[in-house]
Each structure stands twice: as C-alpha cells, then as structure tokens.
C-alpha cells in the first residue's frame, strides 16, 4: 500500500491533514485574496460579521478587515510555527546526539545545561528573552525553540544510546571514519524517526506560545497575529465577542489539525516498519 | 506404526507487498507417534512453515490448502480433532528470549501453562513448575523459580523455555533451531536433555534444524526440505548413508566435521 | 617478525557489584599470512579479544605490537589511518551495516574516507572488490537488506580488503551462514589470504571449521587460554578439560556414516 493512502485510512489522520491543508491554504493565499495591508482601516468600526459582505467577519475597534487578518495571521501562526519547531529539533537532536554519542564528561555537560533549560518553563523563558531582546519575528522564533529543544535532546540521546552499540557504529569505527562523521552520518539519520515524532506536538506547542506572547504583546509588532488579535478584542469582549472567538476557534483549529495530522504520520510510519 | 498427525498436500503461501511467495508445495509426510523426526535444508526452505502449519499458528497473510489430520490418542472420537496448542503440542524456539516473558518469573511462567492446560491449582502448578525444572536439571531449581529470564544464561533460559513447552505433557514436542544460539557444549547438553525427555514422557519430536550432523544424531528419520519442497525421507542411516538426492549429498559434504580434509591443504599455505 | 603481538592482555567488566574479568592475562601472537583461531564456549571472553584488539575497547592492561608499532599508544588520525591495515569481519552482517545503506556506499567509505581512489575512479573501484568477492557489479545500488545473508557477508569481506589490510578479524564471521554457504564463504577467505598473504583471526566455536582452515589455535576458557597450539593436533588430541569437552561436543556425521 502507497504511504498516503496508508496514511489517509484513519479517520483521524483525514480530519487533521484537511485542517492542515485549510491552513496552509489561507496562508498562501493571503497575500493574494488580501494584497493591501491588513491593518489598513477597511470600514466602519465593530461591524459584527454577516452583516457586510465585502467584510465577511466584520471588523475590529479600528475598522480593520477581520476576515484579512485572520488570513494573514495564518502566515504568522504557521511561519513561526514550522521554523521554532525546525529550529528545536535541530538543536535537540546535534546537543543529544553529542551527548549521547560522545558520553562522559561532554555528556555530563550537555546533560546539565538541558536539565538547566528544561527547568525553566518554556514560556517564562521566552517571555523573558523577548521582553529582554525586543520583539521580532526572528527572535520569537529563537525565544520559543529556546525553550523546547531538550525534550527532543532527551529523545535523540537514549536512542543514540542504543544506537551507538550496535555492530554497525564498531564497523565504522574500524574503517576509519572520523567520529563526528560517524555520529551525523550513521548514528542521527537512525536515531531520528522517534525524534521527528514528537514534531507535531512541538508545532502545535509553538504555535500556541507564539499567540500568547502575541496576547502579551510580545509579538512581533508589525505582524498580524491571532494572540494579538485575541487580546485586541479583549477590550470589548462584552460587545463584541467574535473578535475573539474568531481568531481563537482558528487557533483551536489549527492546533487539532497539527497534532492529528502529526499522529497520522508517527501511525503510518509505526505500521509500515512494523510490516517490514 | 500409527500416525499421529498426516499432512496431505499442504500447500502454503505467504502473502507479500503483493505478490505470492510459496513457502511449502503439496507437502506429503506421515509423523508416526512416538518418532523423532528431523527436518532439515537450508534457510528459506520452508522448515519454520512447516512446524508453524502443523501447529496451526500460520499468521492471516498466509493461504493454505491440503490438510493435516491429526489422530490424538486422547481425543474420544479419535478423529480430526484440532490439536490445542501448549497442550498437545509444545513449542520451543531459536531465541529462548523472545519466547519467555521478560518481566514474569520464570517459575510463574511454566506454573500458567499447568495451570490453564492440566485445570490445577497455583500451588499444584507451581510444585510442577519446580519438579519440571528439576526434570531438565537447572542447577538450584527453588531459587530459579524467582528468578526473571534476563538473569539466566542462555543456555539455563532454552532449558526454561523447553520446561514451560512440556508442562502441559504435550504429544508432539516441535524444537524449532532450538540449539542454534547455544555453543557447541551447550548444545549438546540440550540435545541430550531433548533426547532423555522425549523418551520418558514417550512424545514425538519434530527437530528442526540446518545442521545436518546435528539432526542425525538425534533423529530416526530425516525429512530434507529445498524451496518449499519435500525432496527427500528416509532413515537416518539411510539419508546419511545413502541419499537418492544430488542436493542431500551437497549438504552432507558442506558439514566440516572433526574428521573433514582441511581447507587449507588445498590452499597450500602450510610451508 | 610477528604481524600481532598480544601480552598479558587483560580487561575487565563490573556486573552489578561482582567484577567478571573476561580477558584475564592472555598473550599471543600471529604471523603474516597466517590464521588463527580463537575457539572456546560462550561468554570465554572471545569477542572481547577482538574488540580489545581493534581498538574498539580499551584494555585495563596489556600490549598490543602490530607490525611492529606499539597500537595502544595510537590515538586520533594516526589511530584512524593504521585502520587501514587491521579490518573486521562481524557475525551478522545485517547489524554490521548501517540499516539505510547501499552497497556502493558501504564499500564507497574505506575507499574515500583513507582517499585510496578519486572520486571518479571509485564504481570502478567498488565494481572490482565486489568481483573479488565473487558478486556481480550489478548488486551496487541495492539496499544491504534487500541482499542474501551470504552476499551480505562477501560485502563485508570486500569492504574489510579494500583498505589492503594485513590483518582481518573474523568474529563468528560465518556461524550465521548456510552450511552451503558457508563453505565459499572459507573458500573465499582462503583464497584471499593465499593471494594477498593476508593473516585472520578466527573466532569460532565450531571446532570442526577451526580445524579445516586455521594453521593453530587458542582454546580460551572464562578469559584465560586455556590451551594453545597446533589447529590439527590440538583438537586431534586436547589436552585441557575444556578443549575435551568441545571435542566430544560436537556433533559427527561418521557416527552413523559407514
Ligand atoms: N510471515 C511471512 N511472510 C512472508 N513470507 C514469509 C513469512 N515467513 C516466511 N516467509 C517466506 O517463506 C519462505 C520459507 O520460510 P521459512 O521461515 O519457513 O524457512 P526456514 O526453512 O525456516 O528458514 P530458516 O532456516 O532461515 O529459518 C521464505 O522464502 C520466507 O522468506
Ligand atoms: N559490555 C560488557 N559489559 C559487561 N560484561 C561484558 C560486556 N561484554 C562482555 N562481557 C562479559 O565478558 C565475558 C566475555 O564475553 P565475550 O562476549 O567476549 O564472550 P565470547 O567468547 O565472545 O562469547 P560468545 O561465544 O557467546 O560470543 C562474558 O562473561 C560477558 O558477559
Ligand atoms: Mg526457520
Ligand atoms: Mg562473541
């Protein structure tokens, strides 16, 4: 059976990789269903949504297009997202695959300072290096892998652990290889699929991280984001619900949809080495 | 001569990424009760299948046609009445770890097999479960009962798991590459354990096995086995002695026993 | 000139609170072109030996001289280039090979790694080891698990000559084998060492292929040698109990051959 449509057999998996692609699809296209600047003022101020049809959603305290910054926020949720995640699983597997596979003292090292960052909770440390460094989009993005790369260290570690004993890690020790080639070339690539698996929870986390610094208004500035759609319409919450319960269902939506999608996969994956 | 289970065509065919593998063509053998009987040929020749039908533990890729008939002295209608596995027929395998539970005691392990095939109670079980383990001389067999697989040696573990196969008194007793992983001295100790308890309970074997040399002093009758067909049976003296086939000769020449002519002759390095 | 010189090569592990001492004093030595063979039961500390010699694990004491040069002082990049000269051969060749490679890239490695060939020259290389071995160029671009066990082996073998080593360390290398294949897979070896002069140790515990292809033998027993000598007269005629007891245990077709 193809992957996709092993992947696609679950119910699940479908429900997710349609909310994904809904989102992946607003992202995309905003900059072409909505070329202005979304932050532009578009009409009268509160318009409650269905009541307009060229402002669909209405439109916030300043007359802003809901509909258009809902679709540019996507962007916003989606970039940080993927890149914060990226860049964890990136950190995490290099510092535990070190850690793993060189053991004793720079284990010991590698070791102490996750245990440094992972006591820390996550979002107190981004809040903290945001508040300290400025708010970019740049730095959100550092902020939030900041604090989630040691879970995927943890997980790169014990299986290069295991790894790193195998038959096939001595074979290229005798031939020669360089050990730091050994431990990027042989042992990551194998150590990597329990790792990946945690991506869609990373996502997902990221996501939300990011719409709660946005909420805080340590998001970047410049940006259309939900978090900071969701705190402008806190204000007239009474009034006007919908300028948060709009930005704040597409969150819940685009979370549901990463973590499903992301439990698809792990499944697929599962199944398929599972048959071999 | 009485039969104890006959198979009569059986054809097996496993299933995979689509297309059929025939892992056993039209296999006709007898197992007479009370024999020991090896099978042998060389990976992928459908040995495993072979014990894997008889003891109706095929996975759901797999088809089959033909039959095997069993003819179980217990049962009353002594017709083709499946045969239970545990109770009537007893299993061990290459790896005695795969087999045993890493983290139930050893003793709880062979304790369960009495207790769900003979109806008796857990301490009736458990008193089995240490005369069993005296039957297949596990030094100190009060303390092995507590213990878990991983603090046995290998060879101490293949004696639990052939233990926990015949706790049940199965008729058949199928010993899959079961001295494969064992070093030469343990794997004649289990030989000789094998041997001594199918004598005393009166079972029949079926010894898988690739090692001719081995099956053959173990075993009455050999059955060779070459791409899922049966190619050759006959009496131990017999097939060592004078095989029919061109391939059963090959295996018997291949075997480097202590007597073989050194390889090295022949290479000409000595000098 | 000896090629190895083992001396008082002693290494031990902890287990929990009991040391196990698996090598304990164990000196020998080889010369080139030779094989011999390490035999004796499970756990007798066999593999152990192997790594301690290939510098896979670090000895607790001992020496080791090989051709000529004290190996235990090499470290880093030297260590790394006398590589080239000392290969192993593993007993099952589907855990020795990274899961994700092809052939080409397993015998890409040595090549590229020591830069025995250019670039451009190596499938010529990789096409010409694999026919040393007895294999096709055409297995090149497969995946190591989509080979048969016996091809896997004659992969390895071409990929611990193609540094043209002086020594191979084989661990069980054929014990996993069809007995079918396993005779080419000796053969091959023999072959080898006749053409090239190069010398094996050879782990096993079947005595009966000990003694078709290996010139003398050592019979290790809880990490000690335990007898040592002659592959032919040694199992012929043991002297020590545990070379007696492998001896009777192995398992004889003439019993029952007329
Ligand atoms: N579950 C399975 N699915 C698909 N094919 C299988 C399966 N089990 C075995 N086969 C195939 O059936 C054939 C016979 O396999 P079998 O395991 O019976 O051989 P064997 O004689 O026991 O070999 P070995 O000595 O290696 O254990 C082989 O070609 C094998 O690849
Ligand atoms: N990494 C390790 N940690 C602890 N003990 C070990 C380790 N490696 C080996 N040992 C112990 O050292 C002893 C020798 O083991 P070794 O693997 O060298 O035996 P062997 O002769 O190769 O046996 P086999 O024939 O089973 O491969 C054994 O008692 C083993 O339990
Ligand atoms: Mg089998
Ligand atoms: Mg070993």
């Known amino acids: ?276 | 001569m009485t039969a104890l289970a006959s198979i009569r065509d059986l054809t097996v065919t496993y299933r995979r990424d689509g297309n059929e593998v025939a892992a056993l063509k039209t296999i006709n053998l007898d197992i007479v009760a009370g024999e020991r009987l090896a099978i042998i040929g060389e990976s992928g020749s459908g040995k495993s299948t072979l014990a894997l039908a008889i003891a109706g533990l095929m996975p759901r890729s797999s088809r089959i046609e033909g039959r095997v008939d069993w003819l179980l002295p217990s049962s009353p209608s002594s017709g083709a009445k499946a045969p239970l596995g545990g109770r009537d027929i007893g299993f061990v395998f290459q790896d005695p770890s795969a087999s045993l539970d890493p983290v139930m005691t050893v003793g709880k392990q062979i304790a369960e097999v009495a207790y769900t095939h003979l109806g008796l109670t857990w301490p009736q079980a458990y008193a089995k479960a240490k005369s069993l383990l005296e039957r297949v001389r596990l030094p100190d067999p009060d303390s092995a009962l507590q213990a878990f697989p991983h603090q046995l040696s290998g060879g101490q573990k293949q004696r639990i798991a052939i233990a926990a196969a015949i706790a049940a008194g199965p008729k058949l007793l199928i010993a899959d590459e079961a001295t494969s992983a064992l070093d030469t001295i343990l794997q004649a100790e289990i030989v000789a354990l094998i041997r001594r308890l199918v004598a005393e309970d009166g079972m029949t074997l079926l010894f898988i096995s690739h090692d001719i040399a081995l099956a053959a002093e173990l075993a009455e009758r050999i059955a060779v086995f070459r791409h899922g067909e049966l190619l050759e049976l006959g009496m131990t003296a017999q097939i060592v002695g004078a095989p029919t086939q061109a391939y059963t000769r090959t295996l018997l020449d291949a075997h480097i026993g202590l007597d073989a002519a050194p390889l090295l002759n022949r290479a000409g390095l000595d000098a | 000139m000896s090629l190895l010189t083992v001396s008082n090569l002693t290494k031990s592990y902890r287990c929990g609170s009991k040391t196990i001492a698996a090598v304990d004093d164990v000196s020998f030595h080889i010369d080139p072109g030779e094989t011999l063979a390490l035999a004796g039961p499970s756990g007798s500390g066999k593999s152990t030996i192997a790594r301690l010699v290939l510098r896979l694990i670090e000895p607790d004491a001992g020496r080791i001289e090989f051709e000529g040069n004290d190996f235990l002082a090499l470290s880093g990049a030297a260590l790394r280039a006398r590589r080239t000269r000392l290969q192993m051969v593993f007993q099952d060749p589907l855990a020795a090979f990274n899961p994700r490679a092809t052939v080409a890239r397993v015998l890409d490695d040595p090549l590229r790694i020591h830069g025995i060939a250019a670039r451009a020259e190596r499938p010529r290389r990789i096409a010409a080891l694999l026919e040393r071995v007895g294999l096709t160029a055409d297995v090149a671009p497969r995946a190591i698990h989509e080979i048969s066990g016996g091809q896997r082996q004659r992969v390895a073998i071409a990929r611990a000559i193609a540094t043209k080593p002086s020594l191979i360390v084989l661990d069980e290398a054929v014990s996993a084998l069809d007995v079918s294949v396993r005779g080419q897979i000796l053969e091959l070896l023999l072959d080898l060492q006749r053409q090239e002069r190069i010398a094996y140790v050879f782990i096993s515990h079947d005595l009966g292929v000990v003694r078709a292809i290996a010139h003398r033998v050592v019979l290790l027993e809880g990490g000690q040698i335990a007898e040592s000598g002659d592959a032919r007269t040694v199992i012929d005629a043991p002297q020590s109990a545990i070379g007696k007891a492998l001896v009777a245990a192995a398992p004889r077709l003439n019993r029952i051959r007329p």
């Open chain 1, 1 to 276: 059976m193809s992957p996709l449509r092993c992947f696609l057999r679950t119910p699940e998996a479908v429900a997710g990789a349609i909310l994904l692609a809904a989102l992946i699809a607003m992202a995309l296209s905003a900059a072409l269903l909505f070329p202005g600047d979304p932050q532009a003022i578009a009409g009268p101020a509160l318009l409650p949504p269905f009541q307009d049809w060229s402002l669909p959603l209405g439109t916030d305290r300043l007359g802003r297009d809901v509909l258009a910054e809902l679709f540019h926020g996507a962007r916003t949720s989606l970039a940080v997202g993927l890149a914060a995640a990226a860049a964890a699983l990136a950190i995490g597997s290099v510092v535990g695959t070190l850690a793993g596979f060189a053991g004793g003292l720079v284990d010991e090292v590698l070791m102490r300072i996750t245990d440094a960052f992972q006591t820390v909770p996550g979002f107190l440390l981004a809040l903290a290096f945001v508040s300290v460094v400025g708010p970019s989009l740049g730095i959100v993005v550092i902020a939030i892998a900041l604090g989630t790369w040691p879970g995927p260290a943890r997980v790169a570690r014990a299986e290069v652990l295991s790894i790193r004993e195998r038959d096939y890690v001595a074979g290229a020790r005798v031939i020669g290889m360089h050990p730091l080639a050994i431990a990027f070339r042989e042992v990551l690539p194998n150590a990597l699929p329990p790792v990946l698996a945690m991506s869609s929870v990373i996502v997902a986390a990221a996501i939300l991280t990011e719409a709660a610094l946005s909420f805080l208004g340590l998001g970047d500035p410049n940006r259309v984001t939900w978090g900071g759609m969701i705190a402008e319409g806190r204000a007239v919450l009474r009034t006007a619900p919908f300028l948060s319960i709009v930005p704040g269902i597409a969150l819940v939506l685009t979370v549901l949809g990463v973590y499903l999608a992301g439990e698809g996969i792990v499944e697929t994956t599962a199944v398929r080495r599972g048959l071999s």
